[in-house]
């Protein structure tokens, strides 16, 4: 009889376990009734570890003794650098952290916010897809984000560079915008192109992106290498001389930049529109370094978006795992139980079982809310350690996107293109952003 | 497949739990609580304050969910959150704890059989020299020993390494073995059972 046998567990009796069942699901309501947190998952861990490899201090303001027993917002997060800096991916952003910073960041009501003490920080912020706005702010000066690259720089005076998209900075009464390759600084308050010496950032990170057009035109700052960008962007059916020729002669208002495209949603309505002169006199309108996108018909816009859908569909889905010698399944919902109850013993055998059940539930059964909702548990639990988050985000696309290039697919492009840039499919995701 | 199905099922369960379901939460506690409670008897030795140390893990399970990472299951995840709550209920009440054990194991009116009576009062015994113990060697001989755990899932759920567990688990057998040398109850509870 081993020592386990001679120490039998005395168990309770069913009222006592009663009890306790009641007690603590009562107090399970209110902790689970926190807005969901599942994109800072990686948060402290990863943030913790490249922290630690940078000597730099991470300070949680409440630990989780506190945080056990807390209801409302999650404690702040302190971070602060050496002469070293460090990079931290926290599920809504990657910050680039520049050395002897301080910063805070401080999650309320579903929006994050980075309260710069000191030093230089440089998000790659994902597309928000309908969630509060990520805000930096510095001092009296605050940047709001919906799905960007951007650096803020605080010493004597605060300065907003933005490497792709845009933001929105803040200060008193008066509000800017701030596009792809332009600078804001506090001094004056107004918005500078960028030196092509100084966008290096702006056009490293474009051209990265597979983006050569972008990137020399955000360097340069011309409309014309803008247009050649948008031209490509948007494929073969738009007609390059008709929109410069409409350009030239004033043509209808430009759409919305690609960055404004994702920032839809109740949160985003825009104030009532104010007359031409007081907009002229708003910082954001006084020095546009980069030209507006040409606006396109409606049955332009209808042609592209059957275009766009057709590419889309067109576009190869990575297969399926192998089902193990002896797996009897011929009918795709056997495939589909079988993924579901395969074995595994590694990681990356879960990760392919799931991926395999996803692109079944998507491409065989046609049960596209099942297979999204098993796409977002794989992007949930396995990220990119995975293996398969290029096809589970594409697939995300193809299926968001199988009806009408709408904010949820333009948003699913936006995941898409800021992991996967440079390949065909990124191509075709760039597209849909730009689709209006 | 076994393993696979319940992952699939643990990410439901917690997926359900996080979208605020009353069910769900009370499901995730009625799979856990017997594994939790056994885990947690065989460490402290009773069940006095049971409840309350069962509450504490699942309210910590619950204020934590979201931070489950799937990297580990769902019931090791949990299980660690359980020693954490031992590992201090041992540090902060230490001296408390083994007299506890004394009252709570005494033999009953009930017991009859000397022979029964002699294993209850092993028992006694071995919690009241386990007590004797660093928190920490009380918990990787505890987990392993009694718990039936083996030595690289205890260095998992106590965050340790697994020569570090080995350490332990062979310090506490010394420290219990030479307790036992002059305690002839203990010595024949740890020679039957193979504490050694």
Not at chain 2, 52 to 74: C, G, I, K, M, N
Not at chain 2, 159 to 187: E, F, I, N, Q
Request: aromatic content about 4%.
């Amino acid at each position: 009889m081993s020592l386990r046998d001679r120490v039998p567990v005395e168990p309770l009796d069913e009222v006592r376990l009663e009890r306790l069942e009641q007690r603590v699901v009562a107090a399970a309501g209110p902790l689970l009734a926190r807005p969901r947190r599942a994109p800072w998952a990686p948060w402290l861990v990863a943030g913790t570890a490249a922290l630690a490899a940078a000597a730099v201090v991470l300070a949680v303001g409440a630990g989780r003794e506190r945080d056990a027993g807390e209801v409302g917002a999650p404690a702040p997060v302190r971070v602060a650098t050496d002469e070293r800096g460090t990079r931290l991916d926290v599920g809504d952003a990657t910050i680039d952290v520049g050395p002897a910073t301080r910063f805070e960041v401080v999650r309320a009501g579903g929006g994050v916010t980075v309260e710069l003490t000191a030093g230089e920080v440089t998000l790659e912020v994902p597309p928000r897809a309908g969630r509060p706005p990520l805000w930096v702010r510095a001092g009296d000066v605050g940047v709001r984000v919906v799905g960007t690259g951007f650096r803020v720089r605080r010493a004597a005076t605060v300065e907003v560079e933005v490497t792709h998209g845009a933001v929105e900075v803040h200060r008193g009464a008066a509000l800017a915008t701030v596009a792809t390759g332009q600078r804001w600084s506090s001094t004056d308050g107004a918005v500078v192109a960028l030196a092509a010496g100084d966008d290096s950032t702006a056009a490293d990170t474009l051209a990265a992106d597979g983006l050569a057009a972008d990137a020399s035109a955000a360097a340069a700052g011309t409309s014309a290498g803008t247009l050649a960008a948008d031209a490509l962007a948007l494929g073969p059916p738009v007609d390059l001389a008709g929109l410069h020729e409409r350009r030239a002669t004033g043509g209808p208002k430009a759409p919305p930049s690609p960055a404004r495209s994702t920032s839809a949603g109740p949160e985003r309505a825009r104030p009532p529109a104010r007359p031409s002169a007081a907009r002229e006199a708003r910082p954001r309108r006084a020095a546009p370094a980069v030209a507006p996108a040409p606006s396109l018909s409606a049955a332009e816009l209808a042609a592209l978006s059957g275009d766009l859908r057709r590419e889309l569909a067109a576009q190869p889905i990575a297969p399926a795992p192998l089902l193990p010698a002896g797996t009897t399944a011929t009918t795709a919902e056997e495939r589909a139980r079988a993924y579901r109850d395969l074995g595994f013993k590694t990681r990356a055998d879960a990760s392919g079982f799931l991926w395999g059940l996803a692109r079944t539930q998507a491409l065989e059964l046609e049960k596209d809310s099942d297979a999204l909702r098993t796409l977002d548990y794989h992007v949930k639990r396995f990220g990119s350690s995975g293996g398969q988050l290029e096809a589970v985000l594409w697939l995300r696309v193809r299926l968001l996107c199988r009806v009408r290039l709408d904010e949820p697919c333009r948003a699913a492009a936006h995941t898409y293109l800021a992991r996967f840039a440079g390949t065909a499919k990124a191509d075709v995701a760039l597209r849909i952003t730009r689709a209006r | 497949m076994a393993a696979h199905a319940a992952y699939l099922d643990d990410l439901v369960l917690v997926d359900s739990c996080l979208d605020g379901q009353e069910a769900a939460a009370r499901d995730l506690f009625r799979r856990h609580r017997g594994r939790v409670h056994a885990t947690l008897y065989r460490v402290l030795g009773g069940n006095r304050e049971m409840d309350d140390l069962l509450q504490e893990v699942f309210v910590q399970v619950f204020s934590s969910l979201r931070s489950w990472r799937a990297e580990a299951s769902l019931a090791t995840w949990i299980d660690r959150i359980a020693v954490r709550v031992a590992w201090r209920h041992i540090a902060q009440r230490k001296a408390r704890v083994a007299l506890e054990l004394v009252e709570v194991d005494a033999p009953s009116a009930e017991v009859t059989g000397a022979r029964r009576a002699s294993a209850r009062d092993g028992v006694r015994r071995l919690y009241a020299a386990l007590a004797t113990l660093s928190p920490a060697a009380r918990l990787a001989f505890t987990l392993h020993e009694l718990d039936g755990r083996p030595l690289a899932e205890v260095a998992e759920v106590t965050g340790t390494s697994l020569t570090a567990t080995k350490l332990r688990v062979w310090r506490a057998r010394r420290a219990l073995h030479a307790l036992a040398a002059a305690d002839p109850v203990l010595g024949e509870l740890l020679a039957d059972g193979g504490g050694s």
